[in-house]
């Protein structure tokens, strides 16, 4: 196959890339930004997609960010393959401080206290979802499941994580639209420029080869 890997990774390998990809995270943002310029769209649709992928890292919903991110930059009309790169915001390096913000300015705006510690946050997900995964096993199978646990997380959790990631994230979003559409007008530019020049050079050299005075 033309995409398919030479030396086959092991799951451990596969891991470690999710949580520090090969080259490093500065280098894969390096990457992301340049797919990002280089798509072919307006400047306006590539950037909504951007702040739209940004504004879902700010949502409780892990494992659908991308999904959520596609969705709202179809809404928006902004650019979908935009929109599920620039998801890459939200990463194990920034989701601590994504979380801690959001639970945080959450607790003060809804006037309540998160029933565990901040660093702990990530991980009630992973086990919120393994009890949902159960009980919904326990519905199919023996028409009964336990609530409770989950109740708890959506309303100590959840709904201060999404109800504080709104500010944070439409500021970012803001700021990611602003910044990335003055980026992209200027690299489009610049690129079109550069494609003039290169079609006025190749004009001239035609009419000298020509022999036109």
Request: hydrophobic letters at 50%.
């Amino acid at each position: 196959m033309v995409f398919k890997r030479r030396d086959k990774q092991s799951n451990s390998q596969r891991l470690r890339a999710l949580v520090y990809p090969p080259g490093g995270w500065r280098r894969s943002f390096h990457y992301v930004w340049l797919r990002l310029r280089r798509l072919p769209d307006r400047p306006g649709r590539i950037a909504r997609g951007i702040a739209c992928g940004v504004f879902v890292c700010f949502t409780p919903f892990f494992g659908f960010h991308f999904l959520l991110a596609v969705l709202l930059a179809w809404m928006v009309q902004g650019n979908k393959m935009a929109a599920f790169f620039a998801t890459l915001v939200g990463n194990p390096v920034t989701f601590p401080v994504i979380a801690a913000m959001s639970i945080q300015l959450g607790e003060v705006m809804m006037q309540v206290d998160t029933p565990i510690p901040l660093s702990q946050v990530l991980g009630t997900f992973a086990l919120a979802f393994g009890e949902l995964t159960s009980n919904l096993v326990n519905l199919a199978t023996r028409g009964s499941a336990e609530w409770e646990k989950l109740h708890s997380f959506f309303h100590g959790v959840f709904l201060p994580y999404a109800v504080g990631g709104l500010i944070p994230g439409i500021l970012a979003a803001a700021g990611s639209y602003a910044l990335s559409h003055k980026i992209i007008v200027a690299y489009q530019n610049r690129r079109s420029a550069r494609a003039r020049l290169a079609a006025g050079k190749r004009a001239r050299v035609a009419d000298n080869g020509r022999g036109t005075p």
